[in-house]
């Protein structure tokens, strides 16, 4: 075997916790970049500057990063849910503009944009969007508020702000990408707000 | 050369103008439901029923055959824009989720659902949305009748559009995804007709 010959190249980092964590922010940049397809387990660990093996070592395989690095979420639905619940019905479309942006230009639309990126290979991305953007989080805000038809609200909801993350994260159609966050809440926090407490059949 | 004593198989179509369109039906179908990166030429063939040869034959590769199958329109963004032009402003928001509708519905969502779900690896997929959605179409629209901010307003009735297409044909989010037109029209239409016609600053 030649790799007993040649000293095997372990990168910069140890293997230990710190290689974990590198490999997870590397893990969601390559996938938003690349989608699930496309990343390949030695792009994620040069981007980490790891030896490959450590992948295998931390996650088991590619399947097994992805599930870690996209499909977990980085903060928790329900402190998500719980802030937005802290307000006036009325507010409620503003606090969901502010607190979506918020996250995603925080973490650079990362983890959403390796969703939608990963939804053609991957079904699980398709569920993660829906349990995130319906079940877990607007569903969830919905219930107590919405006055009938909370489902029908939730997925109208989940439209505008999917589309709303594809055209400012994933194609980047400008004006919309770069609008700062208060001319983003007066133009769609109605939308939401009308989703959400009006009339909507 | 073991091809020369296995004769060749040729599927059921000639190679033919039948089998031109067969193919691009074929790929339609493939690439929206594998993404550019997932969809192999052989299984756009066996879909078609034609030797994967004629592939090359007919498109020279498999980046020819996604240009024609999915980059150019099965309709002329021309008309579309003469039909939403054609009646009041007001009722503007209205036709424009009509027509997307429409179009959607009737060809499955299979043009949408290509481009979206190319949009990784193909930089011509997210182009081709925004020519299509923001350029051509819907710029071109309000170009007449928006106040101000016409670019603007495009991207948010893009925003709206695009999440709507998602959720709705690839993610497929009920009961959004079986909503029926007019429900869709009620839900939508003021939201676009807000973005095209209303302040939004």
């Avoid at 095997?8 to 590198?22: E, K, Q, V, Y």
């Avoid at 507010?91 to 990362?110: A, K, S, Y």
């Avoid at 919405?146 to 709303?164: H, W």
């Amino acid at each position: 075997m030649r790799h007993q010959d040649v000293p095997r190249r372990r990168g910069r980092r140890p293997g230990g916790t710190d290689t974990r964590a590198a490999l997870l922010d590397a893990a969601r940049a390559v996938f938003s970049e690349q989608g699930y397809d496309g990343a390949t387990v030695r792009a994620i660990a040069a981007r980490a500057e790891v030896d490959a093996a450590m992948v295998n070592h931390w996650f088991g395989s590619k399947e097994g990063l992805f599930a870690e690095a996209v499909l977990k979420l980085p903060f928790n639905p329900a402190d998500v849910v719980e802030r937005l619940l802290d307000g006036d019905v009325d507010g409620l479309g503003e606090r969901i503009v502010r607190t979506f942006i918020g996250i995603w230009d925080t973490t650079g639309g990362g983890v959403f944009t390796a969703l939608v990126r990963s939804i053609t290979s991957h079904e699980l991305a398709v569920h993660a969007l829906r349990d995130f953007l319906v079940r877990n989080v607007v569903g969830k805000v919905l219930a107590p508020v919405a006055p009938d038809d909370a489902e029908f609200r939730a997925t109208l909801v989940a439209s505008q702000l999917v589309g709303m993350g594809l055209v400012r994260y994933v194609a980047r159609f400008e004006p919309l990408a770069s609008a700062d966050v208060d001319t983003m809440v007066a133009a769609v926090a109605p939308t939401l707000q009308r989703y959400i407490t009006d009339t909507i059949r």
